[in-house]
């Protein structure tokens, strides 16, 4: 469901805790808000966490189909998925772990 893009690292954090559990390494979390114009993405590298925000000022974010189920992407699928590009075209290699 969409968040308020107010928020910080701390209740993102809160928001995946309370979906999955914990937070797993080497995954990212994607969080947007209702019209998918905005994206924060919140990262456990294994050492600590990171979040990020992206505003697009045409177009929206795509996701899949796939609802809570982890999604594998490479770096270059997740950079396009950020940009708001068509990630999905994008080949497979090296993958990180996005849900």
């Known amino acids: 469901e969409p968040i308020d893009m ?10 995946v805790v309370q979906v999955f559990g914990a937070a797993r390494p ?3 979390y ?4 209702k019209r998918s114009t905005r994206i924060k ?3 456990y590298d294994g050492f600590g966490i990171w979040l990020a925000s992206r505003r697009l000022n045409k177009g929206s974010f795509t996701w899949t189909d796939s609802g809570h189920l982890p999604v594998a992407l490479n770096t270059e699928q997740l950079q396009a998925l950020v940009t708001g ?6 080949m497979h290699n090296h993958q990180i772990t996005v849900v």
Request: proline share 4%; charged share 10%; net charge positive.
């Open 85 to 90: 590009l068509p990630w999905q075209t994008l």
């Open 41 to 43: 993405v919140l990262v």
């Open 6 to 15: 107010r928020v910080g690292m701390d209740t993102a954090l809160a928001r």
């Open 26 to 28: 080497h995954h990212a």
């Open 30 to 33: 994607l969080f947007t808000n």
